[in-house]
Nanobody, 124 residues
């Protein structure tokens, strides 16, 4: 099975940028579709973005379209989430998740493997 580790979170001012990384080990990440999710205190985990195994298909939640970009480098066994024009409402713990499916998915239950999360805090 694959293990996932997120990194790249931190504190940034509104309008700033961060790039999150999801590094895989144990198996090559090219076998998996990957999703990014986030969870703010007191709220349910919500879908952010997903990418299929080849990187040819991506999908985003409406509130991040045009600001976030999901990408992958299977040679480095890593998936990225570039976040630009960050807003205070983007503050959350961000998780990457993976599963063997042709396309990505938007529901947490569609993913079997999860990382431990990385905190993103956007100050106003």
């Amino acid at each position: 099975q694959v293990q996932l580790v997120e990194s790249g979170g931190g504190l940034v001012q509104a309008g700033g940028s961060l790039r999150l990384s999801c590094a895989a080990s144990g198996r090559t990440i090219s076998w998996y579709a990957v999703g990014w999710f986030r969870q703010a205190p007191g709220k349910e985990r919500e879908f952010v973005a997903t990418i299929n195994w080849s990187g040819g298909l991506t999908y985003y939640r409406d509130s991040v379209k045009g600001r976030f970009t999901i990408s992958r480098d299977n040679a480095f066994n890593t998936v990225y989430l570039q976040m630009n024009s960050l807003k205070p409402e983007d503050t959350a713990v961000y998780y990457c998740a993976a599963d063997t499916m042709n396309r990505g998915a938007t529901r947490p239950n569609d993913y079997s493997y999860w990382g431990q999360g990385t905190q993103v805090t956007v100050s106003s």
